[in-house]
């Protein structure tokens, strides 16, 4: 009888049953020990140009970073890149064996990857500072006013006294909601990027979950999600600063694997509450990304009805939507209110005929197909891919998923088609976000299941390898400050407590009525006027929101790109700027651009102040104008503005008078004198206007809809009330 071999000791064991990922980790400890012993010296020596040629002539053309940048972007490839490579090494050893990794273990996995990826694109070396970049200060310092109204008042969506125009919403887009966790345990600015990184890391992990739920296919969802960990980095979100899209992303992918798990996993209770917690958070956070998930879910219920022959009844959506919609009235009152206000329009429509649109749309199809990266290229292909797939499968269940992905393909491709019609203009251009994602389904779907192991992890790994080339190697990491007051450290000498300062607006395109974009150009200018204003705590006559949509009908309320109302400023525009100017009470100005800095120049109204790091200031020639303008004698004042009132203080009236407030005019205001009187408000000149005759103080109060949110509070915990017992349900999938 022979003997069995002795088995090889544990440790011996696991490292060679983990053979290339042990290997791909001596690699990286080894690249990470050389570049500790000689990389830096090498990098220093290549920077000073005393290090080979080729060498240098890295450094040559980027001589403006100094040599700490260089070295901090070289770690964070080297030390990124390494730890993206074990995970991956891990990860494609357990596709190609044929063993799936346990869902936990996945998700750990999944988790580390998309931190490592959210590494490569916010500046973790500078983790807690302000992100100045593009529109990270504009929703940075829009989520924190609503989440300290929420917290202070019962209402986010108030009166901003603090810009002129009053309207403390970015077209009713923010992530106060997601921020308010975070701010109240870590406060500002560290529980603002630690949001960021929560929420980007939601992204792929909600990924996975809806897919698991959505096509019943464990293997495919691994892989789908951690090919979106990677695409986090080619996100144009991120670089650009589009706070709100970023939680929504994630918050769309969550609320959709609730709703599924609440239609098909029984009518229970938990996924109920689930999906109307996660909806109504991403109402709050962005308008059209709601649309988006509820025509989404609409469509998965009419396709499992068509084609599975699952239906849903009207009744169990019932529970669904009613508090959903309880929950979301304040949001959509809001909403109503400031529809005067903003618009939804596009920028600046061209009235043109069907046929004209039509080819501007196949047009506009064409030239995103064209463009760089290639991402629509790769939807379209694997498109066709699936195409070949449906026709060699006789899986009618797999059938069933390859017609449901060609279908939802087709309608992102032309889903851009509808840019060019009224009132659609954003949500067709927030639909590309998802390309990259189906892309990856469409792509891990082609592979057939009776494939071997190693052949179905060969192609993903080549599917990887595509994906990982429309991600940038080094992808641009958002500047930060310390402080505020960091952004420009002279503009607070020149301002002093009590000014009303015009401070030129910063878009991204031109807002001229031709659509020259190229006209402009902001250059290192970002969307930072909100947290200057924060910073110099006076008022600012600007719109908050600095780009020209969706503030279109009333242009003539702020200065941006050195255009005014729409067209340049010069003589012809110049002097209605310069009647808004004395009529609000504006005493100084600070802009950037040369046309407006021309303008100022040599105008007669306006001197020269002083030049800070970014802007030209001036200050106005006369007295302004005070806050509180009472006719026929007497003085005003205001004693306490809030976001939802302000006491006006009135002496030495004697007789009828009428007062003029310099704050905007909203059909929500009310006042009452001291003794409980309520005072007739009218517009004048789009300021506040009201008639007294003695002297005392008048309380004006901002309407905040208190009962809306409380009957908006108590809806988000009646789905915890329904039935306990779950319902076996039919999946479409199955």
Same mark, same amino acid.
């Given at each position: 009888m022979t003997e069995s071999p002795a088995p090889a000791p544990p440790l011996r064991a696991w490292i060679w049953r983990h053979r290339l990922a042990a290997l791909a980790l001596l690699a990286v400890l080894a690249a990470c020990l050389g570049h500790e012993s000689y990389g830096r010296a090498l990098v220093r020596a290549m920077y000073e140009g005393t290090s080979s040629g080729f060498l240098?002539?890295?450094?040559?053309?980027?001589?403006?970073?100094?040599?700490?940048?260089?070295?901090?972007?070289?770690?964070?490839?080297?030390?990124?890149?390494?730890?993206?490579?074990?995970?991956?090494?891990?990860?494609?050893?357990?596709?190609?064996?044929?063993?799936?990794?346990?869902?936990?273990?996945?998700?750990?996995?999944?988790?580390?990857?998309?931190?490592?990826?959210?590494?490569?694109v916010l500046p973790v070396c500078d983790f807690g500072a302000f992100l100045i970049d593009d529109d990270y200060p504009k929703f940075h310092a829009s989520a924190v006013e609503h989440a300290e109204a929420l917290l202070r008042y019962g209402s986010p969506f108030g009166y901003n006294h603090d810009f002129q125009g009053g309207v403390p919403a970015f077209y009713m887009k923010s992530s106060f909601l997601a921020l308010l966790p975070f701010l109240v345990v870590l406060g500002e600015p560290l529980g603002h990027q630690v949001m960021l990184i929560v929420f980007l890391a939601l992204i792929p992990l909600s990924l996975y979950l809806l897919l698991r739920t959505a096509l019943r296919d464990e293997s495919l969802a691994q892989v789908v999600a951690f090919?979106?960990?990677?695409?986090?980095?080619?996100?144009?979100?991120?670089?650009?600063?589009?706070?709100?899209?970023?939680?929504?992303?994630?918050?769309?992918?969550?609320?959709?694997f609730f709703l599924l798990r609440?239609?098909?996993?029984?009518?229970?209770?938990?996924?109920?509450?689930?999906?109307?917690?996660?909806?109504?958070?991403?109402?709050?956070?962005?308008?059209?990304?709601?649309?988006?998930?509820?025509?989404?879910?609409?469509?998965?219920?009419a396709w499992a009805r068509m084609a599975a022959g699952v239906r849903v009844p009207p009744m169990r959506l019932l529970p669904l939507g009613a508090p959903a919609f309880l929950a979301g009235l304040p949001f959509l009152v809001s909403l109503i209110d400031y529809s005067a206000f903003v618009t939804t329009q596009s920028d600046y429509p061209l009235q043109v005929g069907l046929g004209v649109q039509v080819f501007r749309a196949v047009q506009y199809n064409l030239k995103l197909l064209t463009e760089a990266g290639g991402d629509r290229w790769l939807l379209l292909l694997s498109v066709l891919f699936l195409v070949v797939a449906h026709a060699q499968t006789a899986d009618a269940r797999r059938r069933l998923k390859i017609r449901g992905l060609v279908l939802l393909s087709a309608v992102i491709l032309v #889903?851009?088609?509808?840019?060019?019609? =009224?009132?659609?203009?954003? /949500?067709?251009?927030? $639909? &590309?976000?998802?390309? @990259?994602?189906?892309?990856?389904?469409?792509?891990?779907?082609?592979?057939?299941?009776?494939?071997?192991?190693?052949?179905?992890?060969?192609?993903?790994?080549?599917?990887?390898?595509?994906?990982?080339?429309?991600?940038?190697?080094?992808?641009?990491?958002?500047?930060?400050?310390?402080?505020?007051?960091?952004?420009?450290? #002279?503009?607070?000498?020149?301002?002093? =407590?009590?000014?009303?300062? /015009?401070?030129?607006? $910063? &878009?991204?395109?031109? @807002?001229?009525?031709?659509?020259?974009?190229?006209?402009?150009?902001?250059?290192?200018?970002?969307h930072w006027l909100p947290q200057l204003q924060r910073h110099l705590g006076v008022r600012f006559f600007a719109q908050v929101g600095e780009d020209p949509h969706p503030y279109d009908r009333r242009r003539d309320?702020?200065?941006?790109?050195?255009?005014? #109302?729409?067209?340049?400023?010069?003589?012809?525009?110049?002097?209605? /700027?310069?009647?808004?100017?004395?009529?609000?009470?504006?005493?100084?100005?600070?802009?950037?651009?040369?046309?407006?800095?021309?303008?100022?120049?040599?105008?007669?109204?306006?001197?020269?102040?002083?030049?800070?790091?970014?802007?030209?200031?001036f200050q106005a020639a006369d007295e302004p104008l005070g806050e509180v303008r009472v006719s026929g004698g007497g003085t005003g004042r205001i004693l306490e503005a809030t976001p939802f009132g302000m006491t006006v203080a009135l002496e030495n009236i004697s007789g009828p008078r009428t007062?003029?407030?310099?704050?905007?005019?909203?059909?929500?205001?009310?006042?009452?004198?001291?003794?409980?009187?309520?005072?007739?408000?009218r517009e004048a000149c789009r300021m506040i206007s009201f008639e007294v005759s003695r002297d005392g103080r008048v309380r004006l109060h901002?309407?905040?809809?208190?009962?809306?949110?409380?009957?908006?509070?108590?809806?988000?915990?009646?789905?915890?009330?329904?039935?306990?017992?779950?319902?076996?349900?039919?999946?479409?999938?199955?």
């Open positions: 240098n002539a890295i450094f040559h053309r980027r001589a403006a970073y100094d040599l700490a940048h260089y070295q901090h972007q070289i770690e964070i490839m080297l030390y990124g890149y390494g730890a993206l490579l074990v995970l991956a090494t891990v990860f494609f050893s357990a596709l190609g064996s044929g063993k799936r990794l346990r869902p936990r273990a996945y998700v750990v996995l999944l988790v580390l990857v998309s931190l490592a990826n959210i590494a490569f090919l979106a960990a990677f695409q986090i980095r080619s996100l144009d979100y991120v670089a650009y600063g589009m706070t709100p899209a970023l939680v929504a992303l994630g918050l769309v992918f969550l609320s959709l609440y239609a098909f996993g029984g009518y229970h209770r938990r996924w109920l509450g689930a999906a109307v917690l996660a909806t109504t958070a991403l109402l709050y956070t962005h308008l059209l990304y709601f649309a988006l998930v509820w025509l989404v879910f609409a469509g998965l219920l #889903a851009p088609t509808l840019e060019g019609l =009224p009132h659609l203009t954003t /949500l067709a251009r927030r $639909t &590309a976000v998802f390309v @990259p994602f189906v892309f990856a389904i469409n792509a891990a779907l082609c592979l057939a299941p009776s494939l071997p192991a190693r052949t179905r992890a060969a192609a993903v790994l080549l599917v990887f390898f595509v994906v990982l080339c429309q991600c940038p190697l080094q992808p641009r990491i958002p500047r930060t400050v310390a402080t505020l007051g960091d952004i420009d450290p #002279a503009l607070a000498r020149r301002i002093a =407590p009590g000014d009303h300062v /015009l401070v030129e607006n $910063t &878009a991204h395109v031109s @807002p001229l009525i031709t659509r020259d974009y190229k006209r402009f150009k902001p250059g290192t200018y970002g309320m702020y200065v941006t790109n050195g255009t005014y #109302a729409g067209k340049p400023l010069d003589e012809e525009t110049g002097p209605a /700027l310069l009647e808004q100017l004395r009529h609000w009470g504006v005493n100084k100005v600070c802009v950037w651009s040369p046309a407006a800095i021309d303008f100022f120049t040599r105008s007669e109204h306006f001197t020269f102040l002083a030049d800070s790091a970014k802007y030209r200031c007062v003029t407030v310099a704050r905007n005019w909203f059909q929500y205001w009310s006042a009452h004198d001291e003794a409980g009187t309520e005072i007739p408000l901002y309407r905040r809809h208190t009962l809306l949110y409380l009957v908006a509070g108590l809806a988000l915990f009646l789905p915890f009330l329904g039935p306990r017992r779950r319902q076996t349900r039919a999946h479409p999938a199955a």
